[in-house]
């Protein structure tokens, strides 16, 4: 069973920062793009930053500049650097990834998984 499973929130003052992980376990052939997404208190889920196998990235406007994504392939896990935290950043961040993956089954697949979330408060 795949396992996508996040660490590294937490509250922090407004102008501080974070680093998020996210590991993934199980029986994992690879891993392709991997995210980062965040979801507030009434509003709806949110793309922060997607990274690529080969290490492209790409962010929303609002992170842009604040955030780095990156990625260890060797270990499956995907980082959130966050630093210049806004209280607007506020949220529970999610992990994900697309990977292919072998089946209890026998059979080799590709699909879409998420982590718990963790949560990031900025305190102003």
């Known amino acids: 069973q795949v396992q996508l499973v996040e660490s590294g929130g937490g509250l922090v003052q407004a102008g501080g920062s974070l680093r998020l992980s996210c590991a993934a376990s199980?029986?994992?052939?690879?891993?392709?793009?991997m995210a980062w997404y965040r979801q507030a208190p009434g509003k709806q889920r949110e793309l922060v930053a997607t990274?690529?196998?080969?290490?492209?990235?790409n962010y929303a406007d609002s992170v842009r500049g604040r955030f780095t994504a990156s990625r260890d392939n060797a270990k499956n896990t995907v980082y959130l650097q966050m630093i210049i935290l806004k209280p607007e950043d506020t949220a529970v961040y999610y992990c994900n990834a697309d990977l292919t993956y072998l089946r209890v089954s026998g059979a080799v697949k590709r699909d879409d998984f998420w982590g718990q979330g963790t949560q990031v408060t900025v305190s102003s």
């Open positions: 199980g029986s994992i052939f690879s891993i392709n793009n």
């Open positions: 990274i690529t196998r080969d290490g492209t990235t």
